[in-house]
C-alpha cells in the first residue's frame, strides 16, 4: 500500500470504523484492522470519509470584494448594482489574487468539483474569464471546475456583451456551457436567444440551444413563443 487512513467512518456503515488502504493512486481495500504497512498513514480519528464535496455555484471573480462595495440601502441588498459600481476596479492581478485565495479555501474544506458562475460584459470584458480559467488549469490536481459565462449587466440592453459570449464560447468556456440569464427585458432574451444557432454557427461555434424558465411559463422552440410575463427568468444554456 502508498497510502492507509485508519479508524474511518463510512456513510452507509456510520457505527464502525474501517481503515482504507490506497494503491497507484486508487483505493485498493476497504476493511477493519487492516494488516498492512504503507510509507504514509494517518488516523481519521472516527471521522466520516466521503467523495469530494460539489460546488455548484460560485463566483470566484467577484468574491471578497465587501470592503470596496457600499452599505446595503435600507432592506433591499442591491447586490448586482453595488458589484457593477466596482467592476472597474477588477484588474487582471486583482481578481487572480482574489479568486485563488477562496479556491484555495474551497479545496482545503473539501470541494473537489465546483461550477463556477463568470460574469461577462462591457465593464468586465473576459477578465474574469481569463482568471478563473488560468486557476483551473493551475488547480487540476485537485478540483474540476466547469465554467459558466453569463451576462449579469444583461443580454440585451447592455450593447457589446453579445460579442464578449461569442468569444467566451470560442474559448472554451468550461468546454460546455455558456449561460445568459434576462430580467426584465426576457422577452428580448428570448428572441435572441431562440435565434442564437445562426450566429453560434457563423462565429465558428458548436452546440445546441436549450431555453429554461423560471415561474411556470413554458417557451415553444420558435421564435413565435408567445409573451413572458414581466420579470420573468430566463435561462438560455448553449451546450458544446
Known amino acids: 500500500m502508498d497510502l492507509i487512513l485508519r479508524n474511518a467512518r463510512l456513510a452507509h456503515a456510520p457505527h464502525k470504523t474501517v481503515d482504507i488502504g490506497v494503491k497507484s493512486g486508487k483505493i485498493a ?6 494488516v ?21 455555484h460560485i463566483h470566484l471573480e467577484k468574491s ?25 476596479s477588477f484588474t487582471p492581478e486583482d481578481i487572480l489574487a482574489r479568486a485563488r485565495q477562496t479556491l484555495e479555501r474551497c479545496i482545503e474544506n473539501g470541494a473537489t468539483r465546483m ?13 474574469g474569464l481569463d482568471a478563473v480559467q488560468h486557476l483551473a488549469r493551475d488547480y487540476a490536481w485537485a478540483i474540476d471546475i466547469e465554467i459558466c459565462v453569463f451576462p449579469q449587466e444583461g443580454l440585451t ?29 426576457a422577452l428580448q432574451a ?23 424558465v423560471q415561474g411556470g411559463w413554458a417557451a415553444s422552440g420558435s421564435s413565435k413563443a408567445s409573451v413572458p410575463p414581466k420579470g420573468l427568468l430566463v435561462v438560455l444554456r448553449v451546450v458544446l
Open 190 to 212: 428570448l428572441q435572441l436567444a431562440l435565434c442564437m444557432h445562426q450566429p453560434l454557427g457563423q462565429q465558428g461555434v458548436r452546440g445546441r440551444l436549450k431555453v429554461g
Open 157 to 185: 440592453n447592455s450593447p457589446g456583451t453579445e460579442p464578449l459570449l461569442l468569444e467566451a464560447l470560442r474559448r472554451g468556456a468550461g468546454g460546455r456551457v455558456v449561460q445568459a440569464l434576462g430580467l426584465g427585458n
Open 64 to 88: 471578497r470584494i465587501i470592503d470596496r462595495c457600499a452599505p446595503e440601502q435600507g432592506r433591499n441588498p442591491m447586490a448586482m448594482q453595488r458589484v457593477s459600481a466596482v467592476k472597474h
Open 29 to 34: 481495500v476497504i476493511r477493519p484492522n487492516l
Open 36 to 56: 498492512a504497512d504503507a510509507p504514509e498513514s494517518h488516523d481519521a480519528q472516527g471521522c466520516l470519509v466521503c467523495a469530494g464535496l460539489c460546488e455548484t
Open 115 to 127: 461550477r463556477a458562475h463568470v460574469e461577462v460584459d462591457p465593464l468586465i470584458g473576459l477578465r
